[in-house]
Each structure stands twice: as structure tokens, then as C-alpha cells.
């Protein structure tokens, strides 16, 4: 990419719509809007205040005329990349916003790349790295609870928290270097006294945003979720209490569900990814077959198996294989369907669906009992409850999880090279190692703040 160049695109959707925006930006971008955009009033682009929406027409480099429509100037850096930007609203069909774009492409822009106006606004110091990711995140919500923690980290809630574990260092790293560089000043040793805290303080800090990821992954990515069981247990029951729709066939007919549905929905503070699945059993009948093939394979591909079982009759051998076959690296949770119906199960029949999953839960499906208690157990399964998203820090990538545990894992090393009475310039390039993998999990840069935070802060300059 070569960050001199204007560029463009099409900001909104492809298809036919009331309305198209074609974003530019770049640092000749009055130059290619003066080519192709003409007032209607005959004033010229440049007569009107950046942020004033102008109404004209859009032309072709011979002149002619392609649409009519609003174009709104911004001046770098009051704008969304840092940089000179425009904006040209048109009619949304798919010829003309075409032509539109190829119009601007003709007057000097170039096309854009993919997330560039972006990494434009992260390169000029508009956006964090991890409110640029929110962008990102927020343009692939498809639940609220993603959107919220998209929106909260959008507005730098997430990069705030980790600027202020890296303030604290720096401020701290700041005197204990003052005072190694500059012995002869009167600056005493507060940095020293100080550091033992503030790393303590920053590893309680770092840790409490390292307990957020595994809510916060499955908030954004999904939890790949099977309902299992045999026939009439109540699987397709289940599946339309969760998403809160009829989505499934429910009938007494065994059997009824052949194949895998599929739905994301947000339940107990996390996204699901729901799947229904077909009876376990042994069947002559070659579709159903099909179905019990793919159920398996479901299961197989589980991270949270929800397996669900008929409290009015005793545990079924089918059943007790199926818990057999529960593949042992993902969570587990039962659910006891039909409590509205006399009990069936034995004592050591529960004993035995206790041992086999991490939590039981006792509903019916008739009329909706313990639905609520299911959500709770699953958002305790994935620290739900632990931190409230749109009010704390949460991250929820593995770029974010991976730097900040190295981060931890230098103030950690910091920790004991103190205690164990190392030199305090060793424990400083410990806590530098952690700065270093904060500044990458946010984007800031290192080196300069704490050279830049000597000078500002101790005035040790003669």
C-alpha cells in the first residue's frame, strides 16, 4: 500500500438501495472531488466549509453528467482516517454506484484494499489497534451481546485499561532510569521503592483482562453447541425454547428430526452455535441412519454437548452408550426434560448422568421450567458472570490473550528477579519485555514513551 495515494470504495452494501456512499481519503482528495463532483449552485468545492453537505452532480472527466447527489468534505485531520476525506452520497442502484466509483477512479483516486480507510485511521493515530479490531467486530455482529462487546471496546474501554497498566510502568520505568542515568541529579528513589508495587498492581491488572477471554471468545466466535439424546427425549423442544422460535419439527413420532439444524443465538451471556440433531438409536430405516451418522459427527465436533434425557423413564442402554462416547475435550451439560411428569429415573440412574457432565439441570420443555437455570449453567461454564460486558474490559481475540500472557509472564519474571534482590536495571528490562507485548497488544510504542517520559517528567535535561 502506498499511504500517499488517495483511495476509494463503496461503503455500503452491494445490491439496489435508496442511497450509496463512496468514501475517499488521502491527501489530494480535494483535487479528485474537484474533477468530478460540480455544485449545483456553480460555487466551487472549495467555496464551501469542510463538513458541509453539497448538493451537485457527479461528471465524467469529458463532462458529462452520471448522477446527482450530496457530497460532504472533510479536512485531516477531523476525520475519520486523519486525513483529507470525502464523502459522495448518490442513488443506490448497482449501474450508477458503479459508475460513480469508476468516475472517482478516473479523476485520481485508486481502489481501495480491504480495511484500508481503517489502517489508515490506526496509522494517523485516529484509532488503537484494539479499537480498530472493533471495527471489525462490530461489522461481523450478529448478536447484541457481540455488538455491545464491539461497541464498549470501540469507544476504548479495552485500550484505556491497557493504557493505564502500561502508564503506570512507564511512569515508574521512567525514574528508576532517570536515577541510573543520571546518578548526579537529585531524584531520588522512589522509582525503586515504587516498582515492587507497581508490578504487583500491573500482573492483578493484566490477570483480571486474561480471565475476560473466555468469555469474550465465546461472545465473538461462538460456542459450537450439540443437543443430544435419544428419540422424544425433548432435543427439538429444547432447541425452540433456546432460539425462541419454532425452528424444529416437534412431533411423538421417534424419529422426526433427520438431519442437523442450525442456528447462532446469544443464551446464558454467550453466542451459540446451536445444533439439533437427529435421535441416537439403532434404526432400519436408511434416512434416519443418515441423520444418527451426522448426529455423531456433530458431537465429535462439540465444544458444549447438551445432552438431554427423559426424567419420566429409566436411563436407556442407548443413553448410557451415548454418554460413553462423549469426546473428552469439550464441556458437558445435562438436561433433565419432562419434570412436569412423575419422576422415572433411578437414583443411581442420576448418579450416573452426575458423573458423566459438568453441571444437570432439571426442566420441561412443556411449559418453559428451568429454561433460565440452563442459561445460568452455561454462562457459568464460560465465566459469564465474571464481567459485564459495556461496563468492563474484555478481550476476546487470540492476538489480544496471546501478547497480554506474555506480558504476564515478563512481570512475572520482573516479580522474582525483584524479590530476589537482582540489580534494578534487570528487573527494568523484564518490565521492558512486558511493555513491549502491551504496546503490540494496543499499538503504542514503547521505546519512545519512556525516553519521552524521562525528559517530561524529570526535567533532567541541563
Known sequence: MFLSDVIAAVSTPRGKGGVAVIRISGDGTLEVVKRMFRGISGKAVTDFPPRHAIYGAVVTPDGSEIDRGILTYFRGPASYTGEDMAEVSCHGGVLVTREVLSCVLASGARLAEAGEF?????????????????????????????????????????????????????????????????????????????????????????????????????????????????????????????????????????????????????????????????GLRETEDSVESIGVKRAEAEMEKAELLVGVFDGSTPLSESEKAMMAKYPSDCARLAVINKSDLTRGMTEDDLKLIEDSHDGVVSISCEDGTGIDSLAVKIGELYDAGSCEIGRDAIIWSARQEATLRRAHEYLTAAKESFEYGDPVDAVCTLCEGALSELSETDGRGVSEEIVSGIFAKFCVGK
Open 118 to 278: 481503517t489502517r489508515r485511521a490506526y496509522l494517523n493515530g485516529k484509532l488503537t489497534l484494539t479499537e480498530a479490531e472493533a471495527v471489525g467486530e462490530l461489522l461481523e455482529a450478529d448478536t447484541d451481546d457481540r455488538r455491545r462487546l464491539a461497541s464498549s471496546a470501540l469507544t476504548g474501554r479495552l485500550s484505556g485499561k491497557i493504557g493505564e497498566i502500561a502508564d503506570k510502568l512507564c511512569g515508574v520505568m521512567s525514574a528508576l532510569y532517570a536515577a541510573i542515568d543520571y546518578p548526579e541529579e537529585d531524584i531520588g528513589d522512589m522509582g525503586e521503592r515504587e516498582i515492587g508495587d507497581v508490578i504487583e498492581e500491573s500482573l492483578l491488572e493484566i490477570g483480571k483482562l486474561l480471565s475476560t477471554y473466555k468469555k469474550g471468545k465465546a461472545v465473538s466466535d461462538g460456542v459450537k453447541c450439540v443437543i443430544c439424546g435419544k428419540p422424544n427425549a425433548g432435543k427439538s423442544s429444547l432447541y425452540n425454547l433456546i432460539t425462541g422460535e419454532d425452528s424444529a419439527i416437534v412431533t411423538d413420532i421417534a424419529g422426526t428430526t433427520r438431519d442437523v439444524l442450525r442456528e447462532r443465538v446469544s443464551f446464558g451471556g454467550v453466542t451459540l452455535e446451536l445444533c439439533d440433531t437427529a
